[in-house]
């Protein structure tokens, strides 16, 4: 039995607003940035992540640890080829570093890594 409905995540990044739209336009949800310091995205199903502001924000240095990721957002595509074309369309950065095959390591706006991956 589950104890939660479903898990929503919360990204540090200094402009919540902004990462917001960037994910939200990525994944094709609704975006509520009303809130300077907190914004949400949520799919039609109820998944949501949010974003917080930290004035202090230091983007992770992948692959490096020297500031750890912590955690990252691996993003199912179709054809990596046409989605990453869309996500730097949308701001996001490729990694230098692209360590397989079967996924691409981007940077979102704030430096967070994410990788586009197919099955």
């Not at 509520?32 to 109820?46: F, H, L, M, V």
């Amino acid at each position: 039995m589950a104890i939660a409905r479903y898990p929503s995540f919360v990204l540090d990044c200094p402009d919540p607003g902004a990462l917001a739209r960037f994910y939200g336009a990525m994944l094709d949800w609704k975006v509520d940035d009303s809130d300077p310091d907190w914004a949400e995205i949520r799919a039609e199903n109820g998944n949501c992540i949010n974003f917080q502001r930290v004035n202090s924000f230091a983007a992770p240095t992948w692959p490096s640890q020297d500031k750890p990721q912590q955690m990252h957002v691996d993003v199912i595509v179709d054809d990596l080829d046409t989605a990453e074309a869309a996500v730097v369309g949308l701001g996001a950065v490729k990694h230098d570093h692209q360590p397989g095959t079967t996924f691409r390591v981007f940077l979102d706006p704030a430096g967070h890594p994410f990788c586009l991956c197919v099955n």
